[in-house]
Nanobody
Framework: QVRLVESGGGLVQVGCSLRLSCAAS????????MGWFRQAPWEDREFVAA????????SHADSVKGRFTISRDNAKSTVYRQMNRLNPADTALYYC?????????????????WGQGTQVTVSS
């Protein structure tokens, strides 16, 4: 079974960039669709981005389109999210998630494996 560990979060200023990584254990990473979600204090969990098993099909939430990019490297069993032009509304705990499927998944309820999360805080 795949286990997920996020990294790369931190405290940054408005307009800065961060790259989050999610490293997966196990040998079947390429069989999994991967997603990024975030949850701000007192808010519901929100979809951010998803990528299918091959990396060729991606989806991003409207709130991050043009600023965030999801990608994956199956040889390294890692999914990335490049975040540019960060603003305070992006402050949240960011989670990566996995589901063993060939399809793209954008709903959190579809994922059955989750990491512990990495905090991103954007100061103004």
């Amino acid at each position: 079974q795949v286990r997920l560990v996020e990294s790369g979060g931190g405290l940054v200023q408005v307009g800065c960039s961060l790259r989050l990584s999610c490293a997966a254990s196990g040998r079947t990473f390429s069989s999994y669709a991967m997603g990024w979600f975030r949850q701000a204090p007192w808010e519901d969990r929100e979809f951010v981005a998803a990528v299918n098993w091959s990396g060729r099909i991606r989806s991003h939430a409207d709130s991050v389109k043009g600023r965030f990019t999801i990608s994956r490297d199956n040889a390294k069993s890692t999914v990335y999210r490049q975040m540019n032009r960060l603003n305070p509304a992006d402050t949240a705990l960011y989670y990566c998630a996995a589901k063993r499927t060939l399809n793209l998944q954008t709903r959190g309820s579809e994922y059955d494996l989750w990491g512990q999360g990495t905090q991103v805080t954007v100061s103004s």
